[in-house]
């Protein structure tokens, strides 16, 4: 776990605000699924994990996605905001104590650094291996491979636009993204908030009840489609510090991997 390799930063980080502190999630997880490796962030919203994990631990390459084109250019404003925060490097600095060198209140005086203009922040070249690309999930392709695939509270909204068909469509395209004994992280949320989606839009409302699948059926239709289940981390470990305050959902988080032969 995060805390296991780089220590306890608990006052780095929160749950939202600016983005500058890890997601409990990320920190519940076994860094290295993200060590050295490429990730795919899927439904990545306005980048705040996609930048956390880049930037913190020594990614290949991060690659985040999202249908919404607003979104995606929060995202890459947030990444010019991250890497405009990083101190300068030394030998005596972890990369993670230098996310908070420069203070915000002079990233809003002076304005963020374009990512064109800025230097490698890591080994890695952070943040240049970072991307983000408007797509829909359903219509997207890579010729490219990723060894983690993160895919966090979305696996609901995929399924209400997609139905049954769009969703298995989904896994399929994941384990045809994932490198052999890659991994697949997904949060899976609860057949009750399809409910309370469906009484807030009336085109979820009329799919619903076309849906057969549960989410509680997930994990056999991993197995079928080419994944092992590879642990569960409870709500309980990803629980921020403070969560009742923070509108937490306790989603458990699951970790998959792709089979040698499916």
């Known amino acids: 776990m995060f805390t296991e390799r780089y220590g306890n930063y608990q006052n780095y980080y929160s749950m939202r605000g600016d983005g500058s502190v890890l997601d409990s999630r990320i920190k519940a997880l076994p860094y290295d699924l993200f060590e ?97 690309q408007a797509v829909d999930i359903q219509r997207w392709q890579s010729k490219k491979r990723f060894h983690t695939i993160l895919a966090l509270s979305i696996t609901k909204w995929i399924h209400l636009n997609g139905l049954d068909e769009g969703l298995l469509a989904f896994f399929k395209n994941m384990h045809a993204v994932l490198e052999t004994d890659g991994a697949l992280i997904i949060e899976p949320q609860s057949w009750d908030s399809y409910l309370k989606a469906a009484k807030k839009n009336s085109i979820f409302e009329r799919s619903l009840p076309k849906i057969r699948i ?46 040698r032969n499916p």
């Open 36 to 132: 050295n490796t490429s990730v795919l962030d899927v439904g990545c919203n306005n980048g705040t994990i996609t930048t956390q994990v880049a930037s913190l631990f020594n990614v290949k390459y991060a690659l985040g996605i999202d249908i919404d084109l607003t979104l995606i250019k929060k995202a890459e404003k947030h990444l010019e905001f991250v890497a405009s925060r990083i101190g300068p490097s030394n030998d005596h600095c972890p990369m993670i104590s230098r996310h908070n060198f420069y203070p915000i209140s002079s990233i809003k005086k002076f304005s963020r650094i374009q990512k064109k203009f800025q230097g490698s922040l890591n080994e890695q070249g952070f943040p240049h291996n970072v991307q983000f």
């Open 214 to 259: 549960r989410p509680e059926n997930f994990p056999e239709i991993l197995e079928q489609n080419g994944f092992d289940l590879q642990t569960v981390v409870s709500s309980e470990d990803t629980k921020p510090k403070n969560y009742e305050q923070k509108g937490f959902l306790k989603r458990d988080v699951f970790v998959y991997r792709k089979k």
